[in-house]
């Protein structure tokens, strides 16, 4: 089952530019996560947001959440080369374990 | 700094092999899992455990085994390797349930 996905498979941007990806999810849940998967790694953690919380900030990253809608999107700001990777949302469930959602490719191209 | 080490990296099988992948953790971490990988399909909860000698099943835990005897370290075992299969199999740690999560790099399974 797919409780969290991505609303985009791709993005391709320039470098310098700003990119959104967006995230949906179907259940009720106490904190939302954002990962980022660089080719040949495993996926790190960018930001947790918590039910609670409507926006949350890692330096070039902003991750807002909409419990309402159901839905989260993280922005990352004057985008480089190094942020080409995979990027999911993933939420819990119930803190049982993380559901990931099906991933964002954002290709930054000089 | 703590570190989470998946062995083997590549991992070649034969169909109907059993084959067993590894991984260990220093954060002194309760919970750890197993997740895999398909291209296009984001990842999928094969096990979990929240704390020694225990075992979840998540979603995908049809032809796996698990094995958590230490703390530290926690094992998957693929019962029956199935022909042309290819995956990365990622294994993760964290405090809990809900907190954030730290991955290993992954193990690349090839079935032949």
């Known amino acids: 089952s797919q409780l969290a996905e991505e609303n985009l498979w791709a993005l391709s941007v320039h470098e310098g530019e700003s990119v959104t990806v967006n995230c949906s999810y179907k259940?009720?849940?106490?904190?939302l996560q954002w990962y980022r998967q660089k080719s040949g790694e495993g996926p790190a953690q960018l930001i947790l947001i918590r039910s609670n919380e409507r926006e949350k900030r890692n330096g070039r990253l902003r991750a807002t959440l909409d419990t309402s809608s159901q839905s989260s999107s993280l922005s990352i700001t004057a985008t480089r080369c190094e942020d080409t990777a995979v990027y999911f949302c993933?939420?819990?469930?119930?803190?049982?374990?993380?559901?990931f959602g099906t991933g964002t490719t954002v290709s930054v191209s000089p | 700094g703590g570190i989470i080490t998946q062995t083997p990296k590549f991992l070649i099988g034969q169909e109907g092999q059993k084959l067993t992948l590894k991984c260990q953790q220093n954060f002194n971490h309760d919970t750890m899992y197993w997740y895999r990988q398909d291209s296009g399909k984001g990842l999928r909860l094969i096990y979990y455990?929240?704390?020694?000698?225990?075992?979840q099943k998540g979603d995908l835990s049809e032809g796996y085994d698990a094995s958590r005897e230490k703390k530290s370290s926690f094992s998957l075992t693929v019962t029956s390797a199935q022909k042309n299969e290819m995956a990365v199999f990622l294994c993760a740690s964290s405090i809990q349930g809900n907190s954030d999560y730290t991955f290993g790099s992954g193990t690349r399974l090839l079935v032949i």
């Open positions: 455990s929240i704390t020694e000698n225990d075992l």
């Open positions: 993933a939420t819990d469930e119930g803190g049982r374990a993380l559901i």
């Open positions: 259940t009720s849940i106490t904190a």
